[in-house]
Every structure is written in structure tokens, then in C-alpha cells.
């Protein structure tokens, strides 16, 4: 089970639930559930409550995690986004002399 930010709870089971790495899917829900290095919840609960049922759903591949995580806004996949905009941005701008 899992709440939004507007309160709505979503149960799901089986297929409803989609994981990746640090990454739990209920529906429209996205969570970042952490690393070791940046913890978002305690890890034991994560391994005793949270991992067993998660295994049971859909392991999915990085391509739709970036996909639902850009769809839901969640504000990681925004930050990356705009990095990679300001990236691509700043190389455009050091090498756009050294193309004309």
C-alpha cells in the first residue's frame, strides 16, 4: 500500500507493483526507497516488510523507471533532467565557435 501526495491510498499486488533498485511502483505512485549511502527509509523494515512483497510484482528495466519517473514528476528524475539540459546547454555554448 502506498499514499500520494493527495492522500489517495493504492493497494496493489502481483503486477501492480513494478520495482527497480531503490525504486517501488504502485500505479501512478513512484517512491525512491533509498541507497546505502542515501537512505530514504530504515533498512531493516525495507528488507523484512517492503522487499518480500515488492518481489513478488514486475522487475522492470532503467528505461521505464526513467519514463514513469518523468511522467509522475517525481523531483529526482526533474533535477537529472535539468542537469542533463544545463549540460547539454554548456557544451553547446564551449563548442558552438568551434563548429562555425
Excluded at 509522475?72 to 563548429?99: E, F, K, S
Amino acid at each position: 500500500m502506498l499514499v500520494d501526495h493527495s492522500g489517495l491510498y493504492h493497494l496493489g499486488t502481483g503486477s501492480r507493483v513494478q520495482y527497480r533498485g531503490a525504486w517501488l511502483f504502485i500505479d501512478d505512485v513512484a517512491v525512491f526507497t533509498g541507497t546505502r549511502l542515501l537512505p530514504a527509509f530504515a533498512a531493516t523494515q525495507l528488507r523484512d516488510r517492503v522487499w518480500p512483497l515488492a518481489r513478488a510484482g514486475i522487475k522492470v528495466d532503467h528505461r521505464t523507471v526513467l519514463v514513469r519517473t518523468l511522467q509522475n514528476r517525481h523531483p529526482i528524475a526533474l533535477g537529472n533532467l535539468a542537469i542533463a539540459a544545463c549540460l547539454t546547454g554548456a557544451g553547446a555554448l564551449l563548442l558552438g565557435p568551434a563548429v562555425l
